[in-house]
């Protein structure tokens, strides 16, 4: 079993910065490919970011692409989503999850989740 843990999470105003940390633990294995999703409430749990297991081959959803990016160290079990130029549509609980689908945007596909984070950005 695969324990995932976020933080980073906060209250920013619009144009603001965070960094999100997402850090495995328990029976971790490297081949894993990580995302990033969000839900904001009333809404559906989105795909935000995606990187593979290697910590190559980033990808983004539409909304989000050119502010935020997503990064990997193998070596401490760590996820990262550093999100730049934040706006209030943002606001939403951040959730790491990993799997073996790298880059779906199927929350289903994913077998692991974290408790999640909140983001809040103030307008």
């Known amino acids: 079993q695969v324990q995932l843990v976020e933080s980073g999470g906060g209250f920013v105003q619009a144009g603001g910065s965070l960094r999100l940390s997402c850090v495995a633990s328990?029976?971790?294995?490297?081949?894993?490919?990580f995302a990033w999703f969000r839900q904001a409430p009333g809404n559906e749990r989105e795909f935000v970011a995606g990187?593979?297991?290697?910590?190559?081959?980033?990808d983004y959803a539409g909304a989000v692409k050119g502010r935020f990016a997503i990064s990997r160290d193998i070596d401490k079990d760590t996820v990262y989503l550093q999100m730049n130029d934040l706006k209030p549509e943002d606001t939403a609980v951040y959730y790491c999850a990993g799997g073996w689908y790298l880059n779906s945007g199927y929350a289903g596909h994913y077998a692991f989740w974290g408790q999640g984070t909140q983001v809040t950005v103030s307008s």
């Open positions: 990187i593979s297991w290697k910590g190559d081959s980033p």
């Open positions: 328990g029976r971790t294995y490297s081949n894993y490919d």
